[in-house]
């Protein structure tokens, strides 16, 4: 198991950049796929970036493709998500989860291990 937590959310106005972190402990971490998901009121928890085990495959959503970016610090134990010209649209609640060796392709129900989430508000 590894346990992960979110930072970095925020309100900002549309066109302005946050980067989110996520900080892992209590396993391997190079070891793990890294997702980042998010969660407006009454949808469905969406993935927006995955990071390979391997630190080499990504997945981005479409709608994120070209302003986002997911990366890791294995000496840190951290997988980031740097967001640059967000949009109204990209307000949610934003998870880190982590799936042990699992491939960017799997559902969302593979990965066991969630953060809190952290509150991301862009304004128009």
């Known amino acids: 198991q590894v346990q992960v937590v979110e930072s970095g959310g925020g309100r900002v106005q549309a066109g302005d950049s946050l980067r989110l972190s996520c900080t892992a402990s209590?396993?391997?971490?190079?070891?793990?796929?890294m997702g980042w998901f998010r969660q407006t009121p009454g949808k469905e928890r969406e993935p927006v970036a995955v990071l390979g085990w391997r630190g080499i495959s990504v997945h981005y959503a479409d709608s994120v493709k070209g302003r986002f970016t997911i990366s890791r610090n294995i000496a840190k134990n951290t997988v980031s998500l740097q967001m640059n010209s967000l949009e109204p649209e990209d307000t949610a609640v934003y998870y880190c989860?982590?799936?042990?060796?699992?491939?960017?392709?799997?559902?969302?129900?593979?990965?066991?291990?969630w953060g809190q989430g952290t509150q991301v508000t862009v304004s128009s």
């Open positions: 209590g396993s391997t971490f190079s070891t793990y796929t």
């Open positions: 989860a982590a799936n042990p060796y699992g491939s960017i392709s799997e559902p969302i129900d593979e990965y066991d291990d």
